[in-house]
């Protein structure tokens, strides 16, 4: 197992129980209490948890939102196409990211790398090691106590299904901004009309986002693919990268190449 991947256990552990011990936490994940033990140093050093005596406690309420955001964000897949996202991120970009189960993993992903993370990271000029800018509340909630992590929030009006920002004040934050990579989580996408949400609002500003982005990357489980949704976000044409899992069958990728989309298969 990754260090990511058991940083990721750890959180969800502490975040479920309020607490974890070292030696419950290295049977569970099959590893040595001494690399829980050195794990647990250092997610406290990054403030996302309190250590104690035999183990750790939950760190405030850094926990609340992202906790209440459960739908899906297990599956391996996500986990799988999160890690792939992050790696087309340099140090040092602007990242505009949507909210979903999908790109909370993204998030996560981008939170536990080692040159976003570690003592010496930052990007070009001192500044951070990465500026997120988000309109899903439970993804701020999560990178916020980062601090080589800048996030800049939309504003907006919540939907309490997503943690989404939308309408008229989050538009007006990302028409003053430039990005340099956008990515989407979606709800459909297919080779003719292109990538979809369920909400007219939440397609908007995936729509502005893109627009504003030097590229852009749709990260979306197989499960999505070939199937439309109720807003259309935007066409093949503004989208650099797919990013999925490997149930996309070998004639959807031929055709998203045909259109000019990457797809990277995790």
């Not at 250092?42 to 906790?67: N, P, S």
């Not at 939440?202 to 499960?223: P, W, Y």
Request: charged share 20%; glycine share 12%; proline share 2%.
């Amino acid at each position: 197992m990754s260090r990511e991947a058991r940083w990721n256990a750890l959180l969800e552990l502490v975040g479920e129980n309020g607490r974890v011990e070292v030696e419950d936490a290295a049977a569970a994940l099959d590893v040595s209490a001494a690399t829980i033990r050195r794990d647990l140093d250092q997610l406290a050093e990054q403030q996302l948890l309190t250590r104690t005596r035999g183990g750790a406690v939950a760190h405030g309420v850094g926990y609340e939102l992202a906790l209440r955001y459960k739908t899906g964000r297990h599956a391996p897949e996500k986990q799988a196409i999160g890690r792939a996202v992050s790696g087309l991120v340099a140090v040092g970009e602007v990242v505009g990211l949507t909210g979903g189960t999908t790109l909370t993993e993204v998030a996560r992903s981008l939170a536990v790398r080692s040159d976003v993370v570690g003592d010496t990271a930052a990007g070009p000029g001192g500044q951070p090691a990465l500026t997120v800018v988000t309109n899903a509340l439970n993804i701020a909630n999560e990178l916020v106590i980062r601090p080589q992590i800048k996030i800049v929030v939309t504003g907006g009006v919540a939907r309490p299904q997503s943690y989404e920002l939308t309408g008229p004040l989050a538009s007006g934050v990302l028409g003053e901004i430039t990005l340099d990579v956008a990515v989407l989580g979606v709800n459909a996408i297919d080779t003719e009309g292109g990538a979809y949400v369920h909400h007219e609002g939440e397609a908007s500003i995936n729509r502005l986002l893109a627009q504003q982005a030097q590229r852009v990357v749709v990260a979306a489980d197989s499960s999505k693919i070939g199937k439309r949704a109720f807003a259309r976000v935007c066409d093949l044409g503004q989208i650099d990268f797919l990013v999925t899992d490997k149930g996309i069958t070998a004639e959807a990728t031929a055709r998203f190449a045909e259109a000019g989309v990457t797809v990277v298969a995790v």
